[in-house]
């Protein structure tokens, strides 16, 4: 590269609700810190993500935002929302007839979310067409979630050197994604052969890519995943956090949390089932709060006996900031997924809470933590029994725990942002020569 300043533009009009939207966050907070003069990073994303939740425009130096907008109405509808979270809340306007013009507002928002996720969902590549047209803009595109922007029904090709980050390969094992699980296929397998640089968070998923794809070693790059906190890890508040169960209805600390969409490969029937094994082998007075976007639709299906409100909590989607907090007031913190882009958030964020863990068996996770349960506590995903196993080895003996706890904690802070940061930036200059 010559000494000018890069420019670099980060594309992504799905905005994935969960991990990757914090880790597009956590990652562009970084490379603000190391830009200097070198680097130039402009984010372009939808409204609101796909939970629904609206996206600030992040406030950082040497970078810059830019709302996607790709049907007749998305201009008037950005300038509408940004004018609104800049006055505050629309759910609580002051003045007037607050109740019905509350409603009027979220009628408002409801069909703007509607129409948005319409126009970016369609397959027919109109944000691409959309970011064709200000790539002169860029030395380099960037896109940390790429699924579902190719047109289904045309050639597409980059017009500036790209960089995809791959995640899990779920939809080449499972059928998680319904009726776009095929054309998902697809697209993957095209995004393997039109990006110059493609970046995953473990060797298994990498590897997997390659022999699938057909996918050469050298257009391919492994950079591991740190939890999404960043500095010291500081206990809330007790009145914050028991503001924060309150909310939920959670009457009681040191509970079983797992946090996921209720999704099939995140096997959370495994753990409502194992958990009600463990229940019956011990008398452990422990609850299981299940977290996550639709996982309030679990307490309509099998429970397997435990008494709701009780034994089992299903809260559905929670706040960013309310995350924390769940993790603090947890005693094991679980991961039963059979299928992941690497070591998640579920069992980074633990770690760094001081919180022990017990996950699946599954060779993303192995890759790190290892099989002898000095990190944590490995379980059959496929087994209940097997995670049943698993809880009673950790309330059993909480020497034991602690231990896993000290030794996970140490193993989880001896990598973070910065050298993700540096990393992807060095993956960057590696593509542009």
């Not at 380099?140 to 017009?159: A, G, K, N, V």
């Not at 939890?227 to 939920?248: F, I, K, M, W």
Request: glycine share 6%; proline share 4%.
């Amino acid at each position: 590269m010559n000494a000018k300043t890069v420019r670099v533009g980060i594309f992504d009009q799905i905005v994935s609700g969960g991990g990757v939207r914090l880790f597009t966050v956590k990652l562009l907070e970084e490379f603000s810190r190391l830009a200097g003069n070198e680097w130039h990073f402009h984010l372009m994303w939808p409204l609101f993500d796909s939970s629904n939740v609206f996206l600030h425009a992040p406030q950082l130096p040497h970078t810059s935002f830019e709302r996607i907008g790709v049907d007749a109405d998305a201009n008037t509808r950005n300038r509408i929302f940004t004018a609104l979270k800049k006055s505050g809340d629309v759910k609580k306007p002051a003045g007037g007839n607050s109740a019905a013009t509350a409603k009027h507002f979220a009628d408002y928002e409801h069909r703007a979310r509607t129409l948005e996720q319409q126009s970016l969902r369609a397959l027919d590549g109109r944000g691409l067409r959309w970011l064709d047209s200000r790539t002169n803009g860029f030395d380099l595109i960037f896109m940390p979630y790429p699924y579902l922007t190719l047109p289904q029904s045309e050639e597409w090709q980059p017009r500036k050197p790209i960089v995809v980050t791959l995640h899990d390969l779920a939809h080449e094992h499972t059928d998680a994604w319904n009726e776009l699980t095929e054309p998902l296929r697809r697209e993957v397998k095209r995004w393997t052969q039109l990006a110059d640089l493609v970046v995953f968070s473990s060797d298994f998923v990498c590897n997997e890519a390659r022999e699938i794809y057909g996918l050469p070693a050298a257009r391919t790059k492994r950079i591991y995943l740190v939890p999404n906190e960043t500095g010291a890890c500081e206990q809330s508040e007790h009145e914050q956090s028991a503001d924060v169960l309150r909310r939920y209805g959670i009457n009681r600390r040191g509970y079983v949390f797992t946090l996921g969409w209720a999704a099939r490969h995140k096997r959370v029937e495994t753990i409502i089932e194992g958990f009600a094994l463990f229940k019956r082998r011990s008398n452990t007075d422990v609850a299981l709060v299940i977290a996550g976007p639709n996982t309030e639709t679990l307490l309509h299906s099998d429970t397997h006996g435990l008494e709701i409100g009780r034994d089992l909590f299903a809260l559905g989607y929670v706040c960013d900031e309310d995350i924390p907090i769940l993790h603090q007031n947890a005693s094991l913190v679980v991961s039963a997924s059979i299928s992941e882009a690497g070591l998640n958030s579920v069992i980074m964020d633990a770690m760094y809470h001081g919180k022990a863990v017990a996950c699946s068996n599954i060779p993303q996770f192995t890759e790190r933590l290892g099989t002898d349960d000095t990190l944590a506590l490995m379980f059959d995903p496929y087994s209940p029994q097997s995670l049943a196993d698993a809880l009673l080895k950790h309330f059993n003996d909480p020497a034991r725990a602690d231990q896993r706890v000290q030794n996970a904690r140490q193993f989880i802070s001896s990598r973070n942002l910065s050298h993700v940061g540096r990393e992807y930036l060095e993956a960057f200059a590696s593509v542009l020569g």
